[in-house]
């Protein structure tokens, strides 16, 4: 998926329905910023949105994901082409997790390893103290990091407006959170809610 492909279609589309951005906004109920931000390219519908736009423009969802007219030839080609899209985004995001989790625990597992050993191993103090610093700085840095690929691996999505975000790595790093739930407020509507981990943006 294009975001520039598809906000271009967006455009042609609105136009050829004799709408205006706010016109279109107003039907769709959101904000005229919003359509412009599609028409530039600079974001995609979410998907809750995405039938009731299409049937406005008089376009398919499959047209809208691929940014073009498709004949009947195409057409199949590109839902298929669109389907894989969708699944290799999803296959990204949980390599990301995995890889975070591996490498989470295995350096806690070292670092602690280290630690213990500077604790009741015999050596000069110097040693001991950089073994610490050495250890408690790899626990910090692997934690951190983590935290990015979790934070940036698929989207949470708003309890209500449904909207799905990537939250800011402060906002994400302080927000209480279960295993699959974190308290983010929602960039679009502003309500703060256990948003859900979700593998596609
Ligand atoms: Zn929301």
Known sequence: MNQAITGKLIQESRKEQNLTQRELAEQLGI?????????????LPEVGL?????????????????????DEKNYKIKAEENIMDLMNERKEAKFKLTVAAITCVTTLICS?????LAKYLE???WLR????????????SVLLTSCELDRTAGAFECQHCKNRFVPKFGA?????HTLTTRRLRCPK???VTWCKKRLNK
């Open 112 to 116: 602690l390893t280290l630690m213990f």
């Open 129 to 140: 103290v950089v073994l610490i610093v050495v250890g408690a700085i790899s626990i910090i």
């Open 50 to 70: 995405m039938l009731p736009l299409c049937e406005i423009l008089k376009i398919s969802v499959n047209e809208l994901l691929s940014g073009e007219r498709l």
């Open 172 to 176: 994400y790093l302080f927000g209480m």
């Open 189 to 191: 509507c502003g309500h």
């Open 31 to 43: 904000s005229d910023k919003t359509v412009s931000k599609w028409e530039t390219g600079n974001g």
């Open 123 to 125: 050596m000069e103090t």
